[in-house]
């Protein structure tokens, strides 16, 4: 379970400090797949990133299965998003140097727990993405970069997976591949699935869709 | 994917920098463990060839020219002792052994010695012993025998001179008559054998049963051969790693017996031109009082002189470790000038790499994993450089050992000993602290901020 309560974000810059983000109350339920929509700037990121803990809130509670995240040393955020969190960004940021199953190896390298090369590769194989282990991110279509990307955020089986525009980078046809298996795995895993999007036509094949604006 | 091979793989995607990096940090490295591998070598070396004798008594003049002379087969002869120093030597209280030397030849660029079987019986190399064989064993020819042969050199002189008066000083006649009559004494006696060094059957390929001729002058090619005195191999010394390894040991007689090492009438007996006289003697005394006594016997006479080797290869090298501490200074500053190289190096990639580390904190990495990554790398770059320095300066050292051997004859190790390895860790560390600058940096990245930019 997802509770935020009261919870503000502002950023201050030179000086000035901008409201990024009001909410007074959400919740969402375990193994949820929630859709955040709204204009740009509206903080769907930020609110993306309070759920990680990359990011903490001026005031308010951030709870995930317990655990609050405001009150949370950075070490501990680092380690509950480690264990608990998978993260797919919209351009899917994948590291150069690294090969398919690198990149999705280090999705767990952080959690302290010993062979996820194996899970790794299951997963890929699991995407269609067999023969595509050892190759670098250069070497792979767009599509296919975004199911290693997907393959990352899932390895480790995590509580929460959050996505930042999944399918903001693909075309039609690939994004909905891509969507469709986010969806699929989400619900086979039983993890909550957090997505940010602007696509309210993606936004429909959720559980649940969130306005952000709605919420403040 | 545990942190070393994150940082192996984030240096393979550099490979340019990487391995110019690398190269300048192996560069300094090699230059200090080199200056410093070959000082403390040859050091060792050195010392170890000058503990073959505690005493060394020659002519008078520079005792580090007459130690390395002596016992490293450098530069000239300075000149001679009277043979009685010799004589007087052996009847002293504490003296433990003495063998005389007598130089002046060569075997293509190897020196031939004089010398009695004293050599092969008592003169012991440290950290190896007594001289042992490869091959066959040493030549017979005793103190006393040699005694007795200089007596007949002394008055194959006195008739010499004799000669030269009774023939108005028609000198070559006479000289080549007693010349070839102490020959045919030390041929009939057995006396023009040789016991050769490892590396002069190694250079010259000579072994056992071959046949030499020696050529007067101690510089290759430098002399007329003595045919004459054609020497047969009768042992070859097995390595010592000291100057002994260069020599060719004759007994002393032979050398007498060489056509022109006799006196002529220019000849200056018991001076130091003396050609009845010794180069040198190596002397083992007893510790002690003793050795105090006998060094202060030698001090006393006006014809001949006692040193210490090891001090004066000790002073040696303290000459010498000026001149390597300045290059030591030099050797460092290129390893620092080289490691903040890779503090540059990594610094300018910082910039480009602020997603990956955002994307890696995002993944759950703490900021003193992101910290650690990139120090370990530019540790990891040092320790490379470091390795591939030693295995540089290893090369270097075996190429200069060869040098030195082939000057002095002392073989020295070109393997990294324990102080090699502190300096190794103490480059690492070195390297590690210059990566902790960019990795400052790395560690201040705003995950949030890098990944959102993009979005």
């Known amino acids: 379970m997802i509770r935020l309560q009261n919870v503000h974000k502002s950023y201050r810059k030179n000086g000035l400090v901008t409201p990024v983000l009001d909410v007074p109350e959400l919740e969402i339920p375990v193994a949820q797949r929630v859709a955040l929509v709204?204009?740009?700037?509206?903080?769907?990121?930020?609110?993306?990133?309070?759920?990680?803990?990359?990011?903490?809130?001026?005031?308010?509670?951030?709870?995930?299965?317990?655990?609050?995240?405001?009150?949370?040393?950075?070490?501990?955020?680092?380690?509950?998003?480690?264990?608990?969190?998978?993260?797919?960004?919209?351009?899917?940021?994948l590291l150069d140097g690294f090969t398919a199953v690198e990149n999705v190896e280090l999705g767990a390298s952080f959690a302290g727990r010993s062979g996820p090369r194996k899970e790794a590769e299951q997963l890929l194989v699991a995407l269609e993405l067999g023969e595509r282990l050892h190759h670098f991110p250069g070497e792979l279509s767009i599509g296919q970069q975004a199911r290693v990307a997907l393959a990352r955020a899932l390895i480790g089986s995590p509580k929460l997976v959050l996505a930042d525009e999944p399918t903001g980078a693909l075309d039609g046809e690939t994004a909905n591949t891509i969507l469709d298996l986010l969806l699929k795995k989400s619900l086979e895993q039983g993890v909550t699935l957090v997505v940010a999007t602007h696509d309210l036509e993606v936004a429909a094949a959720f559980d649940r869709i969130v306005r952000v604006e709605d919420l403040q | 994917m545990r942190l070393p091979a994150l940082v192996l793989r984030n240096l393979k995607r550099r490979p340019l920098a990487t391995a110019l990096t690398t190269i300048s940090v192996s560069l300094g490295v090699g230059l200090f463990s080199a200056v410093g591998a070959l000082r403390d070598a040859s050091e060792?070396?050195?010392?170890?060839?000058?503990?073959?004798?505690?005493?060394?008594?020659?002519?008078?003049?520079?005792?580090?020219?007459?130690?390395?002379?002596a016992l490293y087969h450098v530069?000239?002869?300075?000149?001679?002792?009277?043979?009685?120093?010799?004589?007087?030597?052996?009847?002293?209280?504490?003296?433990?052994?003495?063998?005389?030397?007598?130089?002046?030849?060569?075997?293509?660029?190897?020196?031939?010695?004089?010398?009695?079987?004293?050599?092969?019986?008592?003169?012991?190399?440290?950290d190896f012993g007594k001289l042992r064989f490869?091959?066959?064993?040493?030549?017979?020819?005793?103190?006393?025998?040699?005694?007795?042969f200089h007596a007949e050199v002394v008055e194959h002189a006195a008739a010499l001179a004799e000669d030269e008066h009774d023939h108005d000083h028609e000198a070559d006649d006479g000289h080549d008559h007693h010349d070839h009559d102490l020959a045919d004494l030390a041929a009939e006696n057995g006396w023009f054998v040789a016991v050769i060094g490892s590396k002069v059957a190694s250079e010259t390929g000579l072994k056992l049963n071959s046949t030499f001729e020696p050529a007067h002058n101690l510089v290759e090619g430098g002399g007329d051969a003595h045919d004459e005195a054609e020497s047969k191999v009768v042992g070859v010394l097995e390595s010592t790693g000291t100057p002994l390894d260069r020599a060719i040991f004759i007994p002393a007689a032979a050398f007498y017996a060489i056509e022109g090492h006799q006196a002529t009438e220019q000849s200056s007996f018991g001076g130091a031109l003396d050609p009845h006289g010794l180069s040198a003697i190596m002397v083992r005394t007893q510790a002690g009082y003793y050795h105090l006594q006998v060094r202060s016997?030698?001090?006393?006479?006006?014809?001949?002189?006692?040193?210490?080797?090891?001090?004066?290869?000790?002073?040696?090298?303290?000459?010498?470790?000026?001149?390597?501490?300045?290059?030591?200074?030099?050797?460092?500053?290129?390893?620092i000038v080289a490691l903040t190289g890779v503090l540059v190096a990594i610094y300018n990639t910082m910039g480009a790499r602020q997603k990956e580390f955002a994307v890696l904190r995002a993944l759950g990495a703490k900021r003193r994993t992101i910290l650690g990554l990139v120090t370990a790398e530019s540790a990891a770059i040092s320790l490379f450089g470091g390795v591939l320095g030693m295995v540089v300066a290893g090369v270097g050292v075996t190429l200069a050992s060869d040098q030195i051997q082939e000057i002095t004859g002392v073989a020295i190790s070109p393997l990294p000993d324990l102080q090699d390895l502190q300096f190794l860790l103490a480059i690492t560390a070195m390297g590690a602290l210059a990566g902790l600058v960019p990795a400052a940096r790395a560690y201040r990245t705003e995950a949030a901020r890098h990944l959102s930019s993009s979005l």
Not at chain 2, 44 to 69: I, M, P, W, Y
Not at chain 2, 329 to 335: K, P, T, W, Y
Request: with cysteine.
């Open chain 1, 38 to 93: 709204g204009r740009s700037g509206s903080g769907k990121t930020t609110l993306l990133n309070l759920l990680s803990g990359l990011v903490k809130a001026d005031s308010g509670l951030v709870q995930v299965d317990d655990e609050d995240l405001t009150t949370m040393s950075e070490a501990a955020c680092d380690r509950f998003r480690a264990r608990s969190v998978g993260y797919m960004f919209q351009s899917f940021h």
């Open chain 2, 44 to 69: 060792q070396a050195f010392h170890r060839s000058a503990g073959v004798c505690d005493l060394l008594v020659g002519a008078k003049g520079s005792a580090l020219e007459l130690t390395l002379n």
């Open chain 2, 75 to 126: 530069g000239a002869s300075a000149g001679n002792i009277p043979y009685p120093v010799y004589q007087d030597l052996r009847q002293t209280k504490g003296v433990k052994w003495s063998v005389p030397m007598v130089v002046g030849d060569s075997y293509r660029g190897f020196r031939v010695i004089g010398v009695t079987d004293d050599l092969f019986q008592k003169l012991e190399v440290p």
């Open chain 2, 134 to 148: 490869a091959e066959g064993g040493g030549f017979s020819f005793s103190a006393a025998q040699l005694d007795d």
């Open chain 2, 297 to 335: 016997k030698i001090k006393n006479r006006l014809d001949a002189q006692a040193v210490e080797p090891v001090q004066e290869i000790r002073k040696l090298f303290q000459i010498v470790g000026n001149i390597d501490g300045a290059l030591r200074m030099i050797a460092l500053m290129v390893v």
